[in-house]
C-alpha cells in the first residue's frame, strides 16, 4: 500500500455534455415550441431573433433549437424594446448590449462598496 492518497477521476456518469459547456447536473434546455409557446411569439419570428443574435440558442444532437429556461424573459425584453421604445433590430442589439454591460458595471460597484456614487434611480 502506498502512503499517496489515490488521485480522484470524475466519474464520466456525472459529468453530462451541454453544448460546449459541461455540467455535473443536466441543464434544462427548452424547445422552440415551448419557448415560442411561453413568450407568445411565432416560431418563424424566434427563428428570426435567434439568427439576428438578440436571443442565445443552441442546437441539439439532431440539430433542432433549444433554448436556456432565461429565453423567454429575454424575447420579452427584445418586444418591449421593440414596441415600447420603437425600436429596430439592429438597435435592439445594441440597446441590449448596453443594458448587459450596465447590469454587469453595478454588479462591480455593488461588490466594491462604492455604490453611494449611483444615481438615486438605479
Known amino acids: 500500500m502506498s502512503d499517496r492518497p489515490a488521485k480522484a477521476r470524475p466519474s464520466p456518469a456525472r459529468t453530462t455534455e451541454v453544448g460546449t459547456r459541461y455540467a455535473i447536473v443536466p441543464v434544462p ?5 415551448t419557448v415560442a409557446r411561453r413568450s407568445g411569439l411565432h416560431p418563424d419570428l424566434v427563428r428570426r431573433f435567434v439568427a439576428l443574435g ?3 440558442a443552441e442546437r441539439d444532437a439532431a440539430g433542432r433549437l433549444v433554448f436556456d429556461p432565461t429565453a423567454p424573459a429575454a424575447l420579452a425584453r427584445v418586444q ?14 445594441l440597446v441590449l ?22 444615481p438615486p434611480w438605479t
Open 97 to 118: 448590449d448596453l443594458l448587459d454591460r450596465i447590469s454587469l458595471l453595478e454588479a462591480a460597484l455593488r461588490r466594491a462598496g462604492t455604490r453611494s456614487d449611483l
Open 80 to 93: 418591449r424594446l421593440r414596441t415600447g421604445l420603437c425600436l429596430n433590430y439592429a438597435s435592439i442589439g
Open 54 to 56: 438578440l436571443v442565445d
Open 29 to 33: 434546455v427548452l424547445s422552440l415550441a
